[in-house]
């Protein structure tokens, strides 16, 4: 998401419920380390698959005695295939979970033998990716070999598959080498900017599965300020980086892209990523890595995708909260920023977890990166580098507000999906009011402030239900989706009560986890909360009727 800024300091109408209690920031002593995978020999034998399943989970609830995001300025400016084993999902039930506490990081993140035996797998009809990656990290290329297990979930018959190619985008980028379907090449598809379709050998019934393998190469292209994927001078970020299969409801939903906004809709998945680089790179994934022969192996279950970046000059600290591993990854000269977003990001994750669902992933890994702004993916945030170099250990900060919006993304975008370029106020509204309900819980004396840094500043107007694609500008569709969209919640909020709003937000999540949620599907579960008249307050801010 593309973002403009300014600071003010004045204080908000808007304020703080009684009954919140405040968090003590913690004092963060933790010794940077250098995280090192040597990925070696590219004739290396193929990656075994993976052998076991995530064990299951289940966050502890915290207790207590708050894409790019739009932010403040500086300054004025059916064939058998390799076994991918799915694991149980958290569950949305939960009890008391401990402070962050910080570990003393092993000398390499790649542990020498399997993980231990776990639960059963679960039968999962989610498509599933198993993908072989050569990164070449000096030469910024890539050569990977792609295992799909598609699933005909549609309740028709399927003649053809359609799949987003991001990189195609740019010019030489992608070069698809092979496609094949339960063994057979395939010969009928067309490659046309971002969509791949596929002509099927045979139809795929309702309720069948088939087996897609691709092979491709990238040749990664130059990041601009305004990209979060390609290369700089010192890292590789690659996102939206492999073929997936876009949803089908009713039809194939692959929109065009914007200059604002988010242009791609998610099913959720299963997502094995086997890779090998460089000696001496450092790779951030939103998942933790194993051993698998020469390879490094990182699964992720119930995912929109899988998002990494890597570079040869990453500084990692971590530490954990429960059972979840929190990773920062920064450059030499903001240990400061890149320390603390530890402290904001646990807080977030302890805040969240309690107020919505368990965190649904085992992993959060905080990149520094050189770009405008933050944007989210599954257990993954960038934040740019500007937001570290402003930040002088306040949470009155781009970094904390950014940060902490980035890691509400987790439970709205990754555990909830939603069109994000028809309605994409359903993940950035409930992010950007999350931050809110992260200060309320953690530096409550920051409310006011919050309101007016945030939001009251750039003075929001516009429907909160617009689409990407309705204003002509990024302001104006932030404003409206963004901002106006968090003063709407926090109205809805009152109307309904802080505790009715609180059990509605997270039937949310439970009911939409790994699914899609919609506009009509929002206000229907509002309703069966308590039925007052939300009428008047839809009327306000929307332009349709729900």
């Avoid at 088939?210 to 190469?217: E, G």
């Avoid at 990664?220 to 290369?231: A, E, H, R, T």
């Avoid at 649904?360 to 960038?382: K, R």
Wanted: proline share 7%.
């Amino acid at each position: 998401m593309k973002m403009n800024l300014r600071i003010s300091q004045h204080a908000s109408a808007r304020s703080l419920p009684a009954g919140r209690s405040t968090f003590n920031i913690m004092t963060l002593l933790a010794a940077t380390f250098l995280l090192s995978i040597f990925l070696v020999s590219c004739t290396s034998p193929t990656p075994s698959p993976t052998p076991l399943p995530f064990a299951e989970f289940i966050l502890p609830t915290y207790e207590r005695s708050e894409s790019a995001t739009p932010f403040q300025p500086a300054a004025q400016t059916s064939t058998p295939i390799p076994t991918f084993t799915s694991s149980p999902f958290p569950t949305l039930t939960f009890t008391s979970l401990p402070p962050a506490t910080l570990t003393s990081p092993p000398s390499t993140l790649t542990v020498n033998t399997p993980p231990p035996p776990s639960s059963p797998p679960v039968t999962s009809s989610r498509t599933n990716y198993i993908i072989n990656a050569t990164l070449d990290f000096k030469n910024r290329s890539i050569s990977a070999d792609e295992t799909v297990r598609y699933y005909n979930n549609t309740g028709g018959t399927l003649s053809d598959l359609v799949f987003s190619i991001q990189p195609n985008i740019y010019t030489g980028a992608f070069n698809l080498n092979s496609i094949a379907q339960d063994g057979t090449a395939m010969t009928s598809y067309s490659l046309s900017g971002q969509r791949l379709s596929v002509t099927l050998n045979q139809p795929l019934p309702s309720g069948a599965a088939t087996t897609i393998t691709l092979s491709f190469n990238l040749k990664i292209p130059q990041k601009g300020s305004g990209d979060v994927f390609g290369y700089d001078f010192n890292q590789i970020n690659l996102v939206d980086w492999y073929p997936f299969i876009v949803p089908n409801r009713g039809g194939w939903i692959l929109h065009d892209p914007m200059s604002w906004g988010e242009h791609l809709v998610y099913d959720s998945s299963d997502v094995e990523l086997n890779i090998k680089t460089d000696p001496g790179v450092i790779l951030a994934v939103g998942a933790s890595p194993e051993a698998n022969g020469e390879w490094t192996r990182y699964r992720m279950y119930g995912a929109r995708g899988l998002a990494l970046s890597a570079s040869n000059e990453f500084i990692v600290n971590e530490i954990t909260v429960g059972n979840i591993s929190i990773r920062s990854y920064y450059f030499n000269g903001y240990q400061k920023g890149g320390d603390d977003m530890l402290i904001y990001a646990s807080e977030a994750i302890q805040t969240f977890s309690a107020e919505f669902a368990p965190y649904p992933h085992q992993t959060l890994a905080i990149v520094q990166s050189d770009m405008d702004d933050g944007q989210e993916y599954d257990g993954l945030i960038f934040l740019s580098t500007d937001f570290y170099s402003q930040y002088t250990g306040s949470a009155r900060s781009n970094l904390t507000t950014i940060g902490v919006h980035e890691i509400a993304h987790q439970w709205w975008y990754s555990l909830v999906g939603n069109d994000h370029a028809l309605e994409p106020w359903l993940d950035e509204a409930l992010a950007t009011y999350s931050e809110r309900i992260f200060f309320e819980n953690n530096y409550p004396a920051n409310i006011s402030w919050w309101w007016q840094f945030r939001v009251n500043y750039f003075k929001p107007s516009g429907y909160v239900d617009a689409t990407i694609y309705d204003y002509g500008s990024f302001r104006a569709y932030t404003n409206a989706v963004y901002f106006q969209g968090a003063l709407f919640l926090d109205d809805m909020r009152e109307l309904m009560g802080y505790g009715n709003f609180s059990k509605f937000i997270k039937a949310y999540a439970a009911r939409h986890a790994y699914g899609h949620a919609t506009t009509a599907a929002f206000f229907a579960l509002a309703r069966e909360t308590i039925n007052v008249n939300y009428d008047n307050l839809i009327a306000s801010y929307f332009s349709g009727s729900y």
